[in-house]
């Protein structure tokens, strides 16, 4: 082997050990420097420079020691050999620079220039000031040497693109209002920190967690349905509760879809604490249908107070007695009072108001007094004492009751034929304190337990057994004229205070109401 071909390869064997420090690099300048001092020291370039282009210009990255101080600035991108070399991404060798005009040379003691590409980055030139310095051999081992120089920046680009991708997807997940995860066949496999706010569990107890442990053991067999009929769709997007490290329910809005992870498939998910939303429709919905029963409520309650005035008005025409004035004006109060009630629920969305102790045989009076009782006897207990309570809706429950009372149990005797049958004939309505009206010797079981409360029953022909589940609905009615709505809202004013009530039989058969406040 001639010596020029052993000295051929020594420099490309000392080139590549070069490449092998360059991948050690984690800055592009020291990649740079590195080029540079191996063009000098293993290819034996006297004057040579790398040249990276920023905003339209080449810039002198990094030069070798011989350079002369007043070397070289930056150049126009397009301007000389140094830019024709970058536009064209061509290698040129220039014997003498004094006779090319295009390589426009900066120092004039340069008589020959070697000038390679650096992909789209910039330029390596070495010069000489010897004419005809550079050969065929010279250029392809500068190209050899440049090729590892670009491979290398290339590669500390695309680690520095992904390092800002991935540091920018890291502060928009972490950032994230919705809890974002990434699980594989069953386990977590990433979360961010709102999937730990959100689940209680913290995100080391998260990572390797079976996702079942955190869907609602009844939401579990829908999901899975919903993903097998989902995997052709890229992003599968519904509702589901989650179970929370302290037992606590939960509504999220989730989203879905299949992506690559580590090398393996794996679902991206996105959820939403929708939990106070769907509260709030819950309750826009409760409200709603409680306006749409305001018409009919209104209607009924205001009926009974509306006749009295009317008839004590009719009266007050005939007698002229001062007593039917004050009856119709109470009556006409007590329509004031309801409808106050009535938009006051209406506004505010809720059942009672602020409560307060309440005299019960007070407000059992006064509902008396609003009431067409017709010819219906009152039984009221001697101390009924207090109960915590909205007065005024309070009122409204006993209005109701002895409604109820007077237009079912009109008599409990069959009328001869031809007889006319008066509203509240023969019937008595009885008021007491729940464990203190019977003997707990001789009362049936419904009677016997002592609890806190108060009844209404009345000596009328009762309610059939088959009927007692059903009174309390809306709408529900035994009577052609009647509106089933009495019961309704006698049952809506207990559930509000947070009572309960029942329907059973009074000892003479009558209907009685048990409401127990405890």
């Known amino acids: 082997m001639s010596e020029q071909l052993r000295e051929e390869k020594r420099k490309i064997e000392e080139l590549h050990e070069i490449a092998s420090e360059m991948e050690a690099c984690h800055t592009k300048d020291e990649v740079y420097r590195l080029g540079v001092d191996a063009a000098e020291g293993i290819l034996e ?3 040579c420079g790398i040249d990276v ?13 011989e350079m002369p101080n007043d070397g070289y600035d930056a150049l126009e991108a397009d301007k000389g050999l140094a830019g024709r070399t970058f536009q064209k991404g061509e290698s040129f060798v220039i014997p003498d620079v004094r006779t090319m005009s295009e390589a426009e040379p900066v120092n004039m003691e340069y008589r020959s220039i070697l000038s390679v590409p650096l992909s789209d980055y910039g330029v390596f030139q070495a010069g000489s000031r010897e004419p005809q310095a550079f ?16 491979e290398v920046i290339s590669r500390i680009d695309s680690q520095s693109a992904l390092r800002e991708s991935e540091e920018k997807y890291r502060t928009l997940v972490e ?18 920190d709102r999937v730990a706010e959100l689940t209680g569990y913290s995100r080391e107890e998260l990572l390797g967690m079976s996702v ?43 989203s879905v879809q299949v992506i690559s992870y580590d090398g393996e498939d794996a679902h991206l998910g996105s959820a939403r604490d929708v939990t106070e939303r769907r509260k709030r429709k819950q ?30 008005l009719e009266l007050a025409h005939e007698t002229g007695e001062d007593r039917h004035f004050e009856k119709t004006g109470a009556a006409l109060d007590r329509m004031e009072s309801l409808i106050d009630d009535l938009l006051k629920l209406a506004r505010q969305g809720q059942d009672v108001s602020d409560t307060e102790p309440v005299n019960l045989r007070n407000v059992v009076r006064r509902a008396w007094s609003t009431v067409s009782t017709g010819q219906a006897t009152l039984d009221v207990g001697d101390d009924l004492g207090e109960v915590e309570a909205d007065d005024g809706r309070l009122q409204e429950l006993f209005e109701n009751l002895f409604r109820n009372a007077v237009e079912h149990g009109s008599t409990s005797s069959s009328p001869e034929d031809g007889d006319t049958v008066e509203p509240g004939e023969n019937v008595t309505i009885r008021v007491g304190t729940l464990g203190d009206d019977v003997d707990a010797s001789d009362a049936p079981p419904t009677h016997r337990a002592n609890r806190d ?14 009927e007692r589940d059903k009174i309390f609905e809306h709408g529900h009615t035994t009577t052609e004229d009647g509106s089933g709505l009495g019961l309704s809202i006698v049952s809506s ?18 209907a009685r109401f048990e409401i127990s406040t405890a």
């Open 135 to 150: 050969d065929e051999d010279d250029l392809e081992l500068a190209e050899l040497l440049m090729s590892h120089v670009t």
């Open 453 to 466: 409360g108060f009844y209404v029953e009345d000596d009328g022909p009762g309610i059939p057994e088959a």
């Open 283 to 312: 309750k826009v919905e409760r409200q709603n249908e409680r306006l749409k029963e305001f018409a009919s409520v209104v209607s009924h309650d205001l009926r009974n107070p509306l006749n009295v005035a009317q008839g004590h």
């Open 493 to 510: 004013i207990v559930d509000a205070h947070g009572w309960t009530i029942s329907a059973t039989e009074s000892e003479s058969g009558g």
């Open 175 to 192: 950032g994230s209002h919705d809890a974002i995860f990434i699980h594989g066949d069953e386990e977590f496999l990433f979360v961010n």
């Open 212 to 254: 079942w442990d955190v869907v609602h053991e009844d939401d579990r067999e829908r999901v899975e349905r919903i993903a097998r009929s989902k995997e052709t769709e890229d992003t599968p997007h519904y509702e589901l509760r989650i179970r929370t490290r302290d037992g606590e329910v939960r509504y999220v809005e989730l």
């Open 53 to 65: 282009e920023e905003d339209g210009y080449l810039v002198p990255k990094a030069t070798s020691t």
């Open 45 to 47: 370039f006297d004057i």
